[in-house]
């Protein structure tokens, strides 16, 4: 009976230390769960900061094409429309094969 009396406090002892590992291990999966969750909104975040960017940039090298091409027809209004008569053209005779 000495024996199973010595076992009875070990075992709850033991109880009790599988019970806090428990919850030291649901902790620890919370935070890293906290910690993925951050690290995922954040590279969002750069993700879009960055795809905005190259939006700017992709927009305002498209505006200065515009105007550079404006600018050409402005300067040379013959020479563009010759171009633009000789590209339909060429274009009209592909397309009707």
């Known amino acids: 009976m000495s024996d199973a009396n010595s076992r009875n406090p070990d075992l709850a002892a033991l109880e009790n230390d599988i019970a806090t590992?428990?919850?030291?291990?649901?902790?620890l999966i919370g935070h890293?769960?906290?910690?993925?969750?951050?690290?995922?909104?954040?590279?969002?975040?750069?993700?879009?900061?960055?795809?905005a960017s190259l939006y700017n940039m992709a927009s305002a090298e498209g505006d200065r094409a515009v105007?550079?091409?404006?600018?050409q027809v402005e300067e040379q209004p013959l020479l563009c429309l010759l171009i633009a008569l000789g590209v339909?053209?060429?274009?009209?005779?592909?397309?009707?094969?």
């Open 88 to 97: 339909g053209y060429v274009g009209g005779r592909l397309l009707s094969r």
């Open 32 to 51: 890293l769960k906290a910690g993925i969750a951050n690290g995922a909104q954040g590279a969002a975040g750069q993700i879009e900061d960055g795809a």
């Open 67 to 71: 105007k550079a091409v404006i600018r």
């Open 21 to 27: 590992l428990k919850r030291d291990v649901a902790s």
